[in-house]
């Protein structure tokens, strides 16, 4: 005769922390190495927790036999655990006693889906620190030459080849598949049904989310520089922490809104190449780091913080400034999409260009059969608490986690053409 095994929190737990792992998308291309940083703490985790990771140092290369020293000059990134997510639930005896593929299926399941959803749109959530954007606003990406567009970007940024994704949206997803031959449909669509991937395109493994979020542009309108912005006011010194920068604009119109996320340029201000400093042939794109609104004078003025700040020579460089130019004061900018825009972001990136850090939660003091589950850096802890009322067995699954956009220069944000 069959019996069935009374379900512990252990198992409830390695059945949660496996549904939770395969259900999760964007976590599983963005970098998870700083784990390791806080399982150097012993009694369990606590939200609040930071850490900081180095920024990668630059140097500019002499060309002589005289030796010239360089300052080491390294900046930081705060990474913070900060982040609580649960789902709780409540089985009857009764249900305690049914095979866990049968409870899995039913409830474990479904919750973890809602759970490593959250997880996925907390990620998602990092294009609003990307300053690059490729593409036409508003326009999904139809064809190959519209995704190339992304690796392409990332290739003149000097980004790694390795460890490349790109998360694009359904649409997106669906309009660039219906644009490829049969056979890399054929391919494509086995690993989209499975997992959400398209597989690898152009070097880059590229995967489908519902989890892709939209943005929407503030209301304001082509703008100018409204102060002195020459080359001596900012050094990497004084943002090497936050690597932002405040600059005052004005023609925003009256009372306008600025979202954070919105990505501008600067007339007569190009991008360079991070490596060689060679100038590139399109402008600089900076980024909007907090919402924001113009003034009620005529002009529309604004305070507006942005990303990454303008560094004009030396080993940090990141802008080049057409010759003969030397102040920015009156220079035309100019915004990604129109006044209210909404475009999907999707993304394509270096693994390092986000972190992802999930730990386990103390067992806390007092709690019977307290189970904490991993696998490959995805936590969950598990508590039951019995009502003997009503003979039912409530549990409660938590995660704690947090992550960064670490290094935003290595990833682009992507629309299309069509």
Do not use: C
């Not at 005289?66 to 005896?93: C, H, I, P, Y």
């Not at 749109?121 to 990307?130: D, E, N, P, Q």
Request: no cysteine; hydrophobic share 40%.
């Amino acid at each position: 005769m069959a019996t069935n095994t009374t379900l512990t929190a252990d198992i409830i737990a390695r059945e949660a922390l496996m549904h939770l792992d395969n259900n999760l998308v964007f976590a599983k291309q963005v970098y998870r190495g700083y784990e390791n940083e806080f399982a150097k703490k012993v009694n369990g985790y606590e939200v609040g927790e930071t850490i900081s990771i180095r920024r990668p140092t630059d140097f500019t290369v002499r060309t002589n036999a005289t030796m010239a020293t360089q300052d080491v000059t390294e900046g930081k990134v705060a990474l913070t655990v900060n982040q609580r997510r649960g789902v709780d639930f409540e089985f009857t005896s009764q249900d305690l006693t049914l095979k866990i593929g049968e409870l899995g299926e039913r409830v474990i399941k479904p919750a973890m889906i809602q759970l490593a959803n959250s997880v996925d749109t907390f990620l998602a959530g990092m294009y609003s620190s990307v300053p690059n954007w490729v593409g036409t606003s508003t326009k999904k990406i139809g064809s190959y030459a519209d995704f190339a567009k992304a690796p392409e970007r990332l290739d003149e940024m000097a980004v790694p080849q390795d460890t490349r994704s790109a998360v694009l949206s359904p649409s997106d997803h669906w309009a660039l598949l219906g644009s490829q031959t049969g056979l890399f449909i054929q391919d494509a669509a086995k690993g989209a049904y499975r997992k959400g991937s398209l597989g690898e395109i152009g070097g880059v493994d590229t995967f489908m989310s519902q989890n892709v979020l939209t943005h929407t542009s503030g209301d304001r309108t082509n703008a100018a520089i409204d102060q002195t912005l020459t080359s001596a006011t900012t050094t990497y010194s004084a943002v090497k922490d936050s690597m932002t920068q405040t600059i005052h604009m004005d023609g925003l119109g009256t009372t306008k809104t600025i979202k954070k996320g919105d990505v501008f340029t600067i007339a007569d201000v190009y991008a360079v190449n991070p490596v060689t400093k060679a100038p590139l042939p399109f402008l600089k794109q900076f980024v909007v780091m907090s919402d924001t609104s113009s003034d009620a004078v005529t002009t529309g003025d604004a305070d507006i913080t942005i990303y990454p700040a303008l560094i004009w020579s030396g080993a940090f460089q990141n802008v080049a400034v057409k010759a003969g130019v030397t102040d920015l004061n009156d220079k035309v900018v100019t915004w990604f999409g129109a006044a209210g825009d909404q475009n999907r972001q999707n993304l394509v990136f270096h693994k390092n260009a986000f972190a992802l850090v999930m730990v386990p939660l103390v067992k806390p003091p007092g709690a019977v059969d307290v189970s904490r589950q991993s696998y490959k850096g995805t936590s969950v802890r598990v508590i039951p608490v019995y009502d003997g009322t009503n003979d039912v067995s409530k549990w409660r699954l938590d995660i704690l986690f947090g992550g960064g956009a670490i290094d935003p220069r290595l990833a682009t944000r992507i629309s299309g053409s069509v």
